[in-house]
């Protein structure tokens, strides 16, 4: 076994960099109301949410009667202050006072009703975090994706991390992709095709089996119909690093993406947005959620977007959206609540795939360089339609302080229609008699590729905790049952003709020969898996999380074409296990194990059999942060990540089981304010290993599957001042690569992207205006042997957010 390249000093460097920012000491909050100031920064919103901001900056607890401030407004409140001058500010023209009562301060009327005639109140304190509910600011402290358990983050013995609604915002994130542009460890190629991300963890794609939404899956089978979300949609993305299907089932080695939907809030928010940009971009949003009755027991949300349009190329193809998630809540007591979700999606679109010939992108052609923004494909006849709609919904009962048990499921539907020009077998020759001649290098062949899909999908989980002391032991164990069904059926069409295209003056509307079908097929894939967990508590500060699963999966594939039937079923077992040491200085360091695996459904040309599934496991080690009485977060993790049994093909093109990929790496990551009001994030993902290290095929040895950078780093930074302004600035590295399986003619050149954000806040608008790319740099997205891709150009976007 080779040994891992991570040596102590370059750790121990790496280390330090990240951690140095730490604060050397906890920051301490009185009781006192008029004790010293303190640097308060609330924006204009409703007034509970403000009372709850309150609260998490002066670190106090704070109770109030829901009925009290609902539909009520608080205006922006800023500055050094102490906590009962913002308090009063906040609470001016409310008819509401504040007292403190011990070590709670409590809002009443001005005119205290009689005792007993009053509701129920609520507690609103710092810690209100939930797992699926919003976080302030950019760091949340708790996660579900790692454990299926409401867990803080420093308890999880692998890497994690969290994009919030507000870091979304701020760096002006249009995409799942663009969200994920500062986290380590994430590499998102040809960032400017509008058909989906082609996002990677690790160096491993999660293209197959695809992302997942509220800690359910969202099955793709490698098709072109991707489920899709919108950004305004969500709460938060969560990306967990490293195989995951013990608790997941079938996936990519490299982790996967989960996003959490907006659900109903106990406190009334009404929010409208406008937001306009470069190519016409034009787009109306609303939010709007709070309680329907008196006691909160029926709460309600609506999320929508509309969008109007064009592609960021030289031909004006549409780029429109509209988006509905309803949601409800009904909560007949604390011990009981049962979420419906629900959304409904229509994309009509074009088609961004930025594909050009080396010769002229890459490497140098007689005519010049190929524009950016140069559109190859054909206007009217490019297009990708999908439309979409999921409903489910999640229910959890506790039975006492040991049981809770709990159900999600979902159900949904989705249709594709795509239709494109597809690079064709390169340069033209238009002049045999030279070969060197420019004329030779402008006329660039295409062909058509179209696909047809529609998708269904069902999936339930259930799950039975239980929170127990065993002897010195504290345990929470889980135990779960998943079944998962999808169906897919795809026509797509492969080849065909078009005219030629003059990639330095294109001219559209040449000649089109649609071919016949090339796939006809039906496909369903069922999967039950059984899982269990258990989260030990022990020593007073270590935490052990052991677990495993076993899965069922088949798979029965219709060949409409072939008149044929395959069936092919997969059986696994897939185990982790984590340790995490809990010092009170708010260090913690850990060390875990864990497995994925994917079926294969390819048929052993030896056996007549399927193939065993691939698999992938890993080794790794961290360090995290969490600086005690802030909610600051610094992280490190090495790791050691292999894809094993993988097809590869021997030089006779012959399936054999004997492939292997290696990962082997670095991430850092931290999230902190250095001085009130300043937000920094900064990351960096050093990959040394990343290669093919066994295969039947000798050519593939030391090549990488994927083109993934040595080198990336990011850093984003953005301050609020005193008067509402706001202001931000970002920078993004990546290294050069050698392109998709390491088969380009040329190196891919690193680049560094700007980004930047400029923003007032006053009474109930925020004004912001993103750019991203802000120097317009042309850079290659992805490159193979024959074509490049761009990345995106320079994105502009105005917003207007008005609440009340």
Known sequence: MSRFPLRPAPLAIACALVFAVAPLHA???????????????????????????????TRMQLIVQPALVRDKMAPAVSGALSPRQALDRLLAGSGLAARVDGTAVIVQESTAPAPGATLPPVTVNAQEETVTGPVRGYVALRSASAT???TPIIETPQSISVVTAERMDAIGARTLGTALGYTPGVT???????????????????????????????????TWGLWRTDNYGLERVEVLRGPASVLFG??????????????PTTQPLREMQLQIGDHGRRQVAGDFSGPLDDEGKWLYRITGVARDAKLPIDAKEKDDRLYLAPSLTWKPSADTSLTLLSQFLRDRSGVVYNAAPVRGTLLPNPNGRIRASTFLGEPGFDRFDQNQWMVGYQFEHRFSDTWTVRQNLRYGRLRTDLQQTWPGAGYRTVDPDNADSPANFRQFDRVV?????????????????????????QHTALVGLE???????????????????????????????????????????????????DQIR????????????YDSAETESTDRLADSVTRIRSHKFTKRAGLVYLAPSGWAPYLSYSESFTPVLTINPDTRRPFDPETGRQYEAGLRYQPPGTKDSYSAAVFDLRRRNYLSYDPDFQPRQTGEVLSRGLELEALFQPIPKMNVSLSYTWIPQYKTIASSNPKDIGTQPNAVARQRAALWVDYRFANGVKAGLGVRYSGSTRGEGSAAPA??????????????????????????????????GGCDANFCSYGDLRQVSATATYRW
Do not use: C
């Open 27 to 57: 920051q301490t909050a009185g009781i006192d109301l008029s004790a010293g100031a303190v640097r308060f920064d609330i924006a204009a919103k409703p007034l509970g949410q403000a009372l709850g901001d309150w609260a998490l900056q």
């Open 148 to 150: 299926k358990t409401d």
């Open 188 to 222: 998102s190629a040809y960032s400017a095709d509008s058909r989906f991300d082609w996002i990677s963890l690790r160096g491993f794609t999660n293209y197959t089996p695809g992302n997942y939404l509220d800690g359910m899956p969202l099955r793709n089978m490698n």
């Open 250 to 263: 079938q996936g990519s080695p490299g982790g996967i993406i989960n996003q959490t939907s907006k659900r």
């Open 449 to 473: 590729f179209a696909s047809k899909e529609k998708a269904k999908q069902f999936v339930v989980d259930n799950q039975a905790q239980a929170r127990f002391q065993l002897g010195a032991t």
């Open 483 to 533: 079944y998962q069904r999808s169906r897919y059926d795809q026509i797509s069409r492969y080849g065909g003709s078009f005219a030629p295209i003059d990639v330095f003056a294109p001219v559209y509307g040449g000649p089109v020969q649609v071919p016949d079908p090339y796939i006809s097929s039906d496909s369903t894939l069922a999967q039950t898996g059984l899982y269990l967990q």
């Open 538 to 549: 022990f020593a007073q500060h270590w935490v052990a999380t052991i677990g495993g699963r």
């Open 747 to 780: 190196k891919v050149p690193a680049y560094t992207l700007f980004d930047a954000m400029v923003g007032y806040d006053f009474e109930r608008w925020s004004l912001a205006l993103n750019l991203r790319n802000l120097t317009n740099k042309a850079y290659f």
